[in-house]
């Protein structure tokens, strides 16, 4: 099942090369809610894994995004104790980009930055020959 948030790029890191065949980046979006008057804001934590790490690379800290993920959920058993992770796993990010200083929401529209490797199950070929 995938999920989607909107919020503003707070924090980027670099990639991290966790194992000869696997590569994991991650990246802090700050979401802001008004809920009864009150703002509330949350600091959520993203990972983008091997093919996926540089769909960062195209927007800055600051930049409104909106983040496209799945929940991963991992079972890990070590030592007779059991213990639970969740991972927040993106694979697309689309900038959200305004007309002018004063757009309304109207206005905004999504430039979508995910790319696609040729190796990717996701890669279309599009050229006529």
């Given at each position: 099942?995938?999920y989607?948030?909107?919020g ?7 990639t ?12 802090v ?13 949350n ?56 007309a ?5 929401s ?24």
């Amino acid at each position: 099942m995938s999920y989607e948030l909107t919020g503003k790029l707070l924090e980027k890191f670099d990639t991290i090369q966790r194992s000869e065949t696997f590569k994991v980046r991650e990246f802090v979006v700050e979401k802001s809610d008004d809920i009864n008057g009150k703002t509330i804001t949350n600091y959520i934590k993203f990972q983008c894994v091997q093919d996926r790490t540089n769909i960062v690379d195209r927007v800055n800290k600051g930049d409104e995004i909106k983040v496209y993920f799945n929940i991963k959920g991992t079972k890990w058993d070590k030592d007779g104790r059991t213990s639970y992770f969740s991972n927040l796993d993106a694979w697309r990010i689309e900038q959200i980009l305004q007309a002018g200083k004063e757009a309304s929401s109207d206005d905004d529209h999504l430039e979508p930055l995910d790319t696609f490797t040729s190796s990717s199950q996701d890669a279309i070929d599009d050229l006529p020959f």
